[in-house]
């Protein structure tokens, strides 16, 4: 029988009985009845559900109970003696950036994060929440207000102390395994019945019996190691792709990828494994990556292997684990970038197209042209008829159109209203045309 769990909720404990599968939001307004945290969506994409955890924002929606042992949760309710969250409240009034008022909790929730946290783009701390009536000038007239006050000398110190919250590790519900080597045996003995979770934030539907097995907390995963090749942990987040300066140093494609990438919400927790295990075309880790000829290590408890970046999705056995992605170390000094269509920042790629680039630049030749296409294909495509035209030649504009034109024809996108194929084709030829002749020619 499994033990209650204790959670730590606005710096007391809580005894509750949901289910670790559980998402906080439901604990919270169901068990706890702190209905101030809001269910907008229950996907991810409003943010009216933010809560703090450690101090991170976070979306409760997409956040598992068993997630949380020996972590600090805030909500709203939470921060009502805190001086920034008071502060926050009535600029907000002060403002009129509140209507309805549905959205306001998760407003001041991640902008109270993105405060704290020294976040120097108000528009960023609050990328990953929607307001569907005030309209957001009022709100970030609010929260920059209450930004640069803090700048400028005000500090706050309070903030959630006390003993961690404790959660059964033996239940069977929810394993959260110690090790990758715990992690890979728990796979294999629950076989079909394994739901691996790392940042939670893919949209699974979990199928009906399945148990979490969650490999969000485990060290190993997380670190970016210049080893002989590179070598990127799977458990590496989207937020700490964004803020390492090795990534922007040795692949700015994936950094500007993960600038492009979600809201603080999801970046604080969304990995670049989960990114590769779910393999859609309109994953950005992929053709920031596949300009790389990256390979994605694989583990189970039959041992590990290396497969390329393309056949990892499709490739992997259901008791692997994406464990890190690894590529020969690049030569310095690549003209390289990312670039991202999507209706708004924040949102996943699948909604229109991307386009990753890569090569040597001798004066004005390209040497080993690379470009990988994102949501153009069922795959992400190498577009290597525009790669060959561009190899050892002199770079002109009639040459840059022609590669666009090659790489449009290789698209081959889903026709939706989100857009149409044919305007996903044209976006693919318009940003290596206005890229490439901004970068090589102007
Ligand atoms: C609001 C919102 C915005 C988003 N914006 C973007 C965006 O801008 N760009 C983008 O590319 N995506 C975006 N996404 C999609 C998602 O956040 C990313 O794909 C993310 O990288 C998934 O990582 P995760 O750790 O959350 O994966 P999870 O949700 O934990 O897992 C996803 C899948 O992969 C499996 N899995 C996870 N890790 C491993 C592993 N190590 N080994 C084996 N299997 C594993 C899981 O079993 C599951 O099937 C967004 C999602 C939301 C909700
Ligand atoms: S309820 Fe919309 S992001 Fe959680
Ligand atoms: S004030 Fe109504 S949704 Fe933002």
């Known amino acids: 029988m499994a033990e209650p769990h204790v959670i730590r909720v606005n710096e007391g404990d809580h005894e509750v009985v949901s289910d670790p599968r559980s998402p906080l939001l439901d604990v919270l307004r169901d068990e706890l009845r702190l209905t101030g945290t809001k269910d907008g969506c229950s996907e991810g994409e409003c943010g009216a559900c933010t ?51 549905f959205c306001s909790p998760g407003f001041v929730v991640a902008a109270r994060a993105g405060i704290v946290a020294g976040d120097s783009s108000v528009l960023d701390m609050l990328r990953g929440n ?20 803090h700048r400028n000398g005000y500090r706050d110190h309070s903030g ?8 059964d590790p033996d239940d069977p519900r929810f394993i959260v395994p110690r090790s990758i080597t715990e992690a ?22 979990p199928a009906p ?5 969650w490999i969000g907390g485990l060290p190993k995963l997380s670190r970016i190691e210049p080893l002989s090749k590179f070598r990127i942990g799977a458990g590496v987040t989207w937020e700490r792709l964004r803020m390492s300066g090795r990534i922007h140093h040795v692949l700015p494609a994936l950094a500007q990828a993960a600038e492009a ?66 590529l020969k170390h690049p030569e310095p000094d690549r003209l390289e970038f990312f670039v991202k269509v999507a209706p708004r920042k924040g949102r996943a790629v699948i909604d229109k197209v991307s386009v990753a680039f890569s090569a040597i630049r001798k004066e004005n030749r390209l040497a080993d042209v690379r470009i990988a296409l994102g949501s153009a294909g069922p795959t992400v495509i190498r577009a290597t008829a525009a790669e060959q ?54």
């Open 51 to 101: 809560v703090l955890v450690d101090g991170q924002a976070r979306m409760a929606c997409l956040t598992p109970l068993g997630t949380l042992a020996g972590r600090e949760v805030t909500t709203i309710e939470g921060l009502r003696d805190d001086p920034i969250g008071e502060r926050l409240v009535a600029a907000f009034g002060a403002a009129g950036a509140v209507q309805c008022g």
């Open 130 to 149: 929607l307001c569907r009536c005030t309209g957001y000038a009022a709100i970030v007239e609010a929260v920059t207000d209450v930004a640069l006050e």
């Open 160 to 167: 959630p102390q006390g003993r961690p919250a404790s959660l």
């Open 184 to 205: 890979c045996e728990a796979v294999a003995r629950l076989g079909e019945d394994a739901l691996v979770i790392a940042g939670g934030t893919g949209r699974i539907m």
């Open 209 to 213: 019996g399945a148990t979490p097995v």
């Open 261 to 326: 990438f979600g809201g603080p919400q999801i970046r604080n927790v969304a990995t670049i494994g989960g990114n590769i295990a779910l393999g859609s075309p309109g994953g950005d880790a992929l053709p920031a990556l596949a300009i790389h000829d990256a390979s994605v290590e694989l583990r189970s408890t039959a041992g590990t292997r290396l497969v390329p970046l393309a056949e990892a999705a499709a490739g992997r056995r259901p008791d692997e684990l994406v464990t890190a992605v690894v």
């Open 389 to 442: 035209l561009l190899t050892d030649s002199w770079v002109s504009a009639e040459r840059i159109a022609a590669a666009a034109a090659a790489a449009e024809a290789v698209a081959d996108p889903i026709d939706d209203v989100r857009p149409t194929a044919d305007h996903r084709r044209r976006l693919v030829r318009g940003i290596l045309t206005r890229e490439l002749t901004r970068r090589l020619l102007l």
